[in-house]
């Protein structure tokens, strides 16, 4: 064989190896696995902040949990059925948090699809000794809060002196989270919250239809998911939107005499 036959060879070669490496490292329809992150912290506490991130693999989900200003020894961790603010029963149980405040977990139960449309939540607690101990939670899927929202006044009624603000959030799907805000609130004290029909100036004041959870008097907070009116009638964030109510805050038992702050929503509001 020739010099320039041998040449020839080896180049043919080397071009055939070359093209076949770019090939298998490159596929034409090879697609970058999916991936959603969601926040997790505690409600009026400051402390432990991360993350769960949903990671897309072969017919299974990744759930890595990434937490800062985590304490030592190992936290249990739990995907759970509805929001932060509800609570709700255990789907998955996931792997501890270890004191680097990572964890890390395949699930097989449900795909990346049905987990990031998912009614549910992620909580991380202190310890399997202390379960009530929440370190950080956050709302996943669904029940994520959108950018989208309103905020009302209460207004206090004297001598009180109690007053703030109901603020009205979008799920992603389409629920919504009510989180009263108060100041002049008394440590200690838990203060009855409710959504009436009709507007303030009602004499005699209208009927509850939905009932919120009571304020804590240490934060001056309450948080409220709400699906459905106490009735079961479905209501969503867009209906509460031109809805004809407004919300009483009492000092005690819910009842008219005992308002100590309120504040018209809705339809109700220009």
């Not at 959603?36 to 991360?50: F, H, N, P, R």
């Not at 669904?142 to 207004?155: Q, R, W």
């Amino acid at each position: 064989m020739t010099i320039a036959k041998k040449l020839n060879t080896a180049l043919t070669l080397f071009v055939a190896v070359f093209l076949l490496t770019l090939g298998s490292g490159c596929k034409k329809d090879e697609v970058p696995a999916r991936e959603m992150s969601y926040v997790l912290k505690v409600q009026d506490v400051l402390g432990v902040t991360g993350t769960a991130t949903f990671i897309e693999t072969d017919n299974s989900v990744t759930i890595d949990l990434a937490l800062n200003g985590i304490p030592s020894g190992i936290h249990p961790a739990e995907l759970c059925m509805n929001t932060v603010a509800e609570g709700g029963a255990v789907v998955v149980n996931l792997n501890t948090v270890n004191e680097t405040g990572k964890s890390s977990t395949l699930v097989t139960s449900m795909s990346y699809d049905q987990l990031i449309a998912y009614d549910g939540f992620i909580k991380v607690m202190l310890s399997s000794a202390e379960p009530l101990v929440i370190l950080a939670q956050g709302d996943i899927g669904g029940n994520v809060i959108t950018e989208t929202n309103i905020t009302y006044s209460l207004d206090t009624i004297q001598p009180f002196g109690v007053s703030g603000t109901a603020l009205f959030e979008k799920r992603e799907n389409g629920n919504t989270l009510v989180t009263i805000s108060l100041e002049g609130t008394i440590a200690g004290e838990v203060y009855p919250a409710t959504i009436n029909l009709s507007s303030i100036s009602t004499i005699g004041g209208g009927p509850i239809t939905r009932t919120l959870n009571g304020v804590n008097g240490t934060t001056g907070k309450s948080y409220t998911s709400i699906r459905e009116l106490d009735s079961e009638l479905n209501i969503t964030y867009d209906n509460w939107l031109v809805y004809n109510g407004y919300i009483n805050i009492y000092q005690t038992a819910a009842v008219f005499d005992n308002i100590i702050c309120h504040g018209d929503i809705g339809s109700n509001v220009n």
